[in-house]
């Protein structure tokens, strides 16, 4: 049993590498074509020509997306570590941890690191770290399924009719069987000597809420950098930025970089890619490289604050 248990475990590791080596390599293809032939001009021109205000707009989105995504930390740890911590370290664990993880992927790793860095000053264990993690990701997940089921419900014509807005009822009635589900009595996952609990209902609905609130703002810092004349309708862009967020985690390229960005040149017109790749560029910039370097930055006096021997570690 313990062999052909451990002969399964290989041949499924190895089909996940087959299948993120063949999305990495179909990127990387699509890329280096667009790339290859991509009109310079246009692109330098269409970077250039960005207004002002398009991105201060992307700005705060930004913004609002990090301060939205915080507010999973914070009521994960309200939840898992009761008084232990304090609102404005989770408030930052949440900022820096995704932020840094952002970028450099593998969120279960470096989002753990992270907030076990911010986090072990004030006792709390890994095991509570892992714990505000799985939160924090059940809280993305339900973000994700949020958005895409009003996209498919306020977008129908574009995602198949009828059947799109089937597809989005039925992802909101889950939603609303959950939410359900944790109203009737307080719940948690067991695993040996391993227990999360589960959030109850209101604090579930929140959760969902403010899940919404982060995907559409990440989305719209994306939808007001690109030219008024090729932007799609916001809804009709959620799909694809959803569609293109998974292949980049499907495939583990850190940050789903080339990935994310293949898959959404190729939706665009041929003569509209110099125009999409420039507001993509602009959009790594904003929405991952400027984050990921002020949390560092701040990551760095944090460190350098918990040295001192009066520093506050409540």
């Keep these: 049993m313990q062999v052909e248990s451990g002969a399964r475990w290989r041949v499924s590791r190895a089909a996940r590498v087959a299948v993120a080596a063949a999305i990495i390599g179909g990127a990387g293809y699509i890329l280096y074509r667009e790339l290859s032939g991509l009109d310079k001009d246009a692109f330098m021109a269409s970077l250039r020509g960005t207004p002002p205000w398009r991105i201060g707009g992307a700005l705060l989105l930004t913004t609002q997306s990090f301060v939205a995504v915080a507010f999973y930390d914070v009521m994960a740890a309200r939840l898992v570590a009761p008084r232990r911590i304090s609102v404005l370290r989770a408030f930052f664990a949440g900022i820096v941890g995704n932020a840094i993880a952002n970028t450099l992927g593998f969120h279960a790793i470096t989002g753990s690191v992270v907030r076990y860095r911010i986090f072990a000053s004030v006792g709390v264990k890994m095991a509570d770290v892992a714990k505000i993690i799985s939160l924090q990701g059940a809280s993305m997940a339900a973000g994700f399924v949020?958005?895409?089921?009003?996209?498919?419900?306020?977008?129908?014509?574009?995602?198949?009719?009828?059947?799109?807005?089937?597809?989005?009822?039925?992802?909101?009635?889950?939603?609303?069987?959950?939410?359900?589900?944790?109203?009737?009595?307080?719940?948690?996952?067991?695993?040996?000597?391993?227990?999360?609990?589960?959030?109850?209902?209101?604090?579930?609905?929140?959760?969902?809420?403010?899940?919404?609130?982060?995907?559409?703002?990440?989305?719209?810092?994306?939808?007001?950098?690109?030219?008024?004349?090729?932007?799609?309708?916001?809804?009709?862009?959620?799909?694809?930025?959803?569609?293109?967020?998974?292949?980049?985690?499907?495939?583990?390229?850190?940050?789903?970089?080339?990935?994310?960005?293949?898959?959404?040149?190729?939706?665009?017109?041929?003569?509209?890619?110099?125009?999409?790749?420039?507001?993509?560029?602009?959009?790594?910039?904003?929405?991952?490289?400027?984050?990921?370097?002020?949390?560092?930055?701040?990551l760095l006096v944090f460190e350098r604050r918990q040295a001192r021997p009066q520093f506050d570690r409540g």
Excluded at 172 to 183: D, F, N, P, Q, T
Excluded at 217 to 233: K, Y
Excluded at 253 to 274: H, M, N, Q, Y
Aim: aromatic share 8%.
């Design 146 to 298: 949020c958005v895409t089921s009003l996209s498919l419900l306020l977008s129908p014509a574009a995602h198949g009719g009828a059947a799109g807005r089937l597809a989005g009822a039925a992802l909101l009635a889950g939603l609303a069987g959950i939410l359900l589900w944790l109203y009737r009595s307080k719940r948690q996952l067991t695993i040996g000597r391993w227990t999360l609990p589960f959030p109850d209902a209101k604090n579930a609905a929140q959760q969902m809420a403010i899940g919404t609130v982060e995907m559409c703002a990440a989305i719209g810092a994306l939808h007001v950098l690109l030219p008024p004349d090729l932007a799609p309708n916001f809804f009709d862009l959620v799909l694809l930025y959803m569609g293109a967020l998974l292949l980049g985690i499907v495939s583990g390229a850190p940050g789903g970089a080339g990935v994310f960005e293949a898959t959404l040149i190729v939706s665009f017109p041929a003569d509209a890619r110099p125009a999409v790749l420039a507001a993509l560029l602009l959009y790594r910039l904003i929405y991952n490289i400027l984050p990921f370097c002020l949390s560092g930055l701040a």
